[in-house]
């Protein structure tokens, strides 16, 4: 089958090595449209991803997670994501959240986070030694 890059899956694709690029576009070329759209009430062997009006269908290869749809000539493949990342999950749960993305891929997020969270625990140590030093008075 031809298969069909959109720019995300592009840009993701030609992050990686010329070997490993040739060895996904293989896998994804020998995928057939049975396997998506086989017998039965499980529609294949492959996940199923509603965002909008377009249905995705979600394969892993590796530790990627491919996104694509079926044409009459082929494949075009949507998204390619890290597997376990952020941005997989706000795009199989149907967030449309490239803010969000973008949040997490920004290290300000984390360092607020952390900053917070060491900012509660001194708060919290200083109002335990406020309490024990009136106790003793």
Known sequence: ???????????????????????????????????????????????????????FHRVRIGNMRFYLQFVDDGIICNHILPQHSFEDFCFRCGFSGPEDVELERNGALWHFLEESAAGKEAEIAATQQFERQTDSS
């Open 1 to 55: 089958m031809q298969v069909n890059f959109s720019c995300q899956s592009m840009v993701e694709l030609n992050r990686l090595p010329i070997s490993r690029q040739m060895e996904l576009i293989e896998a994804l070329a020998n995928l057939r449209a049975e396997q998506f759209y086989g017998a039965g009430d499980d529609g294949g062997q492959f996940g199923r991803v509603q965002c909008g009006q377009s249905v």
